[in-house]
């Protein structure tokens, strides 16, 4: 078994990038303000009480909290089960664990996490997110990536044995 030491720091590299962007967004960004830097992303910070894309939030910041720890516990199930071999995989469940927790530390601290990236045309324009979701969304990419390499791999027909 490799060591889980660079997932784990992985993970406390995510939580802590997290918090500190948070921190200096809640200090240093006016509230529903939008901030254009380029002409379709744009800094806006706003409150999300429920999960991704306020789903769920009738159930409170209670009930959210403990999804959200039983999502994260499901995770990490699955990453122990992992394969050493997978690293994709692994690191993939990293960027998952580290941005839920950095999500459940705003929703046990505040009662809602703290969004601020916005993607936006003049006529359209996406959720508002911020690094702990861009983090959940990229793990979950690599590890889908990564079941279907091996996926793949598995696939091959053999040679025939001459």
Known sequence: MKSWSPYAVLVVVAIGLDQWIKQLVETGLAFQEKVDLVPFLALFRTYNTGIAFSMFSSFGDTGLVVIATLVVAFVLYLATRTPAGHVLSRTGFALIIGGALGNLIDRAVYGHVIDY?????????????????????VGAALVVFDELIGWRREAKPQEPDA
């Open 117 to 137: 990236i916005l993607f936006h045309t003049p006529v359209w324009s996406f959720a508002v997110f911020n690094l702990a979701d861009a983090f959940i969304s």
